[in-house]
């Protein structure tokens, strides 16, 4: 005879614990993962109006990598720490997609 009870999952929120039915597109979902401090990566989709920098160039943290507009806002990206732009992967026109990569950045050993 097949067992037909609920399997309730352990669910954890801040430090208390919920049993739950969790579903099955909950299951599917994409993992969260830190991001990676050395990708520029697109928030929303949106047009690159200018590129700043060129790979192989050293900058410093607070210099600008890129203009990019979204929604209408125009938004300048800047270096988050002081390193080396590894590549430049948009143009001046592209239109990227959300998460699309853009610089890819190489920090600078101390």
């Known amino acids: ?8 999952e352990v669910f954890v929120v801040n430090t208390a614990q ?3 039915l969790l579903t099955k597109k909950y299951g599917m979902r994409k993992k969260w993962q830190p991001a990676d401090l ?3 990566r697109s928030f929303i989709p949106g047009t690159i109006l ?32 002081a390193g080396t732009v590894k590549e430049v992967l948009v143009t001046v026109g592209d ?16």
């Open 1 to 8: 005879m097949e067992d037909n009870k609920p399997k309730y």
């Open 18 to 20: 919920y049993y739950t």
């Open 38 to 40: 050395n990708e520029i």
């Open 50 to 81: 200018e590129v700043y920098v060129k790979p192989g160039q050293d900058v410093h943290a607070g210099d600008k990598l890129l203009k990019y507009e979204a929604m209408k806002m125009q938004t300048i990206l800047e270096m988050p720490f």
């Open 95 to 110: 239109k990227v997609r959300k998460d699309q990569l853009m610089i890819q950045l190489e920090e600078l050993a101390e």
